[in-house]
C-alpha cells in the first residue's frame, strides 16, 4: 500500500516536499512515478526514478524545479518541489511498477497508486 503525504498550500515560488511510503514492502525492486492530476485534465507524468538503471526522469514542465529520491533508510520515494509556479497545482500521486524505460511516463504502466496529495499553489 502506498501512502503519498506533503502536500499543502503554498505561495508561488515556494517549496513543498512529498513523500511516498510503502507499507507492507519496500521500493527496491521497483520503479516509482509521481504523476497529477488538476481539475478538468488528464493525469500527467511529473517523475520517476527508474530501478533499471537507477536514474531519474523528469516531465520538461518540472525539470530544473523537481526532484525525486529514493530514501531507504525511511522507504520513501521523495519528490522536493521548488520554484513553484500556479500551474502545477494539482492533486499528486505516487505510483510503483516495472515499466519498461520507454513507457516510464505512461500512467498505465504502474500496477499500485497512492490515495494522492493536494498541492496548491497560489499567486
Known amino acids: 500500500q502506498l501512502q503519498a503525504s506533503g502536500g499543502g498550500l503554498v505561495q508561488a515560488g515556494g517549496s513543498l516536499r512529498l513523500s511516498c511510503a510503502a507499507s507492507g514492502g519496500t521500493f527496491s525492486s521497483y520503479t516509482v512515478g509521481w504523476f497529477r492530476q488538476a481539475p478538468g485534465k488528464e493525469r500527467e507524468f511529473v517523475a520517476a526514478s527508474a530501478v533499471q538503471n537507477m536514474r531519474t526522469y523528469y516531465d520538461d514542465s518540472v525539470k530544473g524545479r523537481f526532484t525525486i529520491s529514493r530514501d531507504k533508510a525511511k522507504n520513501t520515494v521523495d519528490l522536493q518541489m521548488s520554484s513553484l509556479k500556479p500551474e502545477d497545482s494539482a492533486v499528486y500521486y505516487c505510483?510503483?511498477?516495472?515499466?519498461?524505460?520507454?513507457?516510464?511516463?505512461?500512467?498505465?504502466?504502474?500496477?499500485?497508486w497512492g490515495q494522492g496529495t493536494q498541492v496548491t499553489v497560489s499567486s
Open positions: 505510483a510503483t511498477g516495472r515499466p519498461i524505460i520507454s513507457s516510464i511516463s505512461t500512467s498505465s504502466a504502474y500496477y499500485y
